[in-house]
């Protein structure tokens, strides 16, 4: 009785506050105050809450959040989406629809560094957008291509979302949800390339005019120093050389050495990006810090336990149980973005995942796949909103262009969830899942 008044509460206060035009954040902290004031005293409300929005954010492991952040705008501004667009071009050349097909590698290149979809979308849908109309692409296929593939970087490593997930879920190896994330989100592209060149074939869109192997080879070498990226980031954290935090570092200080080099960034654009770092970093932190609070007091009150024996006694298949939490994290992911998403929904679904044997870096890619997909969903999707903008159509345009995308991505994370092997594979082979 007491999980279901703390559940009631929780979250009709939270989806009132959502609905009421409440930033996500505010509206988590003020539902989980109030349902603690339901069971606890005001002043031991007062102190608890403030204390977990505290304990939340006090962990090394997150500092890499704001570093890898502030990695992504440097690339931003740096000239490296140039140089990962022209290779982009060099592999899709030549195939129908070419610069749509130079759009899901160009994102799936940079979101792979940057690790960030909205980055990915506006960095690389902006640099293609006016090529592409001039053309003779359809802005809202344009748009909708860009928007279904920007998300690919949250699977492909380095990404905060795979660290997010390590902290809530009690220390999940980062190295494993890394190499986790190489299959989920190289199928993630091919699916949205499969779909886009059915469409260019269909309208006969056009390929590029092909490089000679002087000018292939030139571009590819530009952009080595942009790709070795990769290698040190990831490499060092699998190989144990650092941790995700201290990679998070080395990716800052990669990135400067290359605007230096590359000259691509004033003094003024250097200003402009630490600003913006500090702001989304204060977005960030302050959502994980309430969304800590929430699942405390979720906890306290035996709310994902409740949930577990819900779910576990209705069905009892475990074919039907984890489809049903597809089916809450799809809608979930329709009016939430990807962190909160992942600080609220991991302890309520990771004892479910757990207690029907699925390992906890799998259910990480199936959480963060279903979330990807919620970032190109009306009416909350960022991805949605910031590529339509950039490439000048409405929303009204561009969502029936998605509709196929969305097809072949639920199938996807279908196949995902009933396939370990897609997400357990490149780790189980390198030792990493314990």
């Known amino acids: 009785m007491e999980a279901l008044t703390a559940a009631a509460v929780l979250f009709a206060a939270f989806f009132i506050l959502l609905f009421a035009g409440i930033p996500i954040s505010v509206g988590i902290g003020v539902a989980s105050f109030l349902t603690a004031l339901v069971f606890l005293s005001w002043d031991d409300a007062t102190y608890i809450v403030g204390q977990q929005m505290n304990v939340g954010i006090e962990s090394f492991s997150l500092l ?29 050349g030549r195939v129908p629809g070419a610069l749509a097909h130079t759009n899901v590698l160009g994102n799936m290149l940079f979101g792979s560094l940057s690790g960030s979809a ?73 699916v949205v390339m499969t779909v886009a060149y059915l469409y260019a074939r269909r309208r006969r869109y056009p390929t590029t005019r092909g490089l000679t192997a002087g000018q292939g080879a030139k571009v590819f070498l530009r952009a080595i120093p942009s790709l070795l990226l990769i290698v040190v980031v990831v490499g060092g954290i699998v190989a144990g050389v650092f ?15 290359l605007s230096l080099i590359y000259r ?77 998403a992942i600080l609220i929904f991991t302890p309520i679904f990771l004892p479910i995942a757990t207690e029907l044997g699925m390992h906890p870096v799998h259910f990480g890619m199936m959480l963060i796949l279903a979330m990807c997909i919620g970032t190109m969903t009306p009416p909350v999707g960022s991805v949605l909103f910031v590529a339509s903008g950039a490439s000048g159509v409405t929303i009204e345009q561009v969502v029936p262009k998605l509709v196929p995308y969305f097809v072949g991505l639920i199938l996807l994370l279908l196949a995902i969830t009933y396939i370990p092997g897609l997400s357990l594979g490149i780790p189980g082979w390198m030792g990493l899942l314990g």
């Open 264 to 340: 691509s960034m004033t003094w003024t654009d250097f200003k402009e990006v630490v600003t913006r770092t500090v702001v989304s970093t204060g977005v960030v932190m302050f959502l994980i810090a309430a969304s800590s609070a929430m699942s405390w007091i979720m906890a306290y009150t035996g709310i994902p336990t409740a949930i577990t024996n819900a779910l576990l006694s209705a069905a009892e298949s475990k074919t039907l149980i984890l489809l049903l939490m597809v089916v809450v994290l799809l809608v979930v992911g329709t009016f939430m973005d990807i962190t909160p």
């Open 64 to 92: 890499a959040v704001p570093l890898f952040i502030f990695a992504g705008n440097i690339m931003n501004n740096g000239g490296i989406a140039r140089r990962l667009v022209d290779l982009a071009l060099v592999l899709a």
């Open 243 to 257: 941790t995700a935090t201290e990679g998070a570092g080395a990716a800052v200080l990669y990135c400067l050495v």
């Open 118 to 190: 909205v980055a990915a979308a506006a960095a690389i849908g902006g640099t293609l957008h006016e090529r592409q109309k001039e053309e003779g692409y359809d802005p809202a296929f344009s748009a909708s291509v860009n928007i279904a593939s920007a998300s690919t970087g949250l699977l492909i490593p380095p990404t905060t979302a795979a660290i997010v997930y390590s902290t809530v879920a009690g220390g999940v190896s980062v190295s494993a949800l890394f190499m986790a994330g190489y299959v989920p989100g190289i199928l993630m592209g091919l």
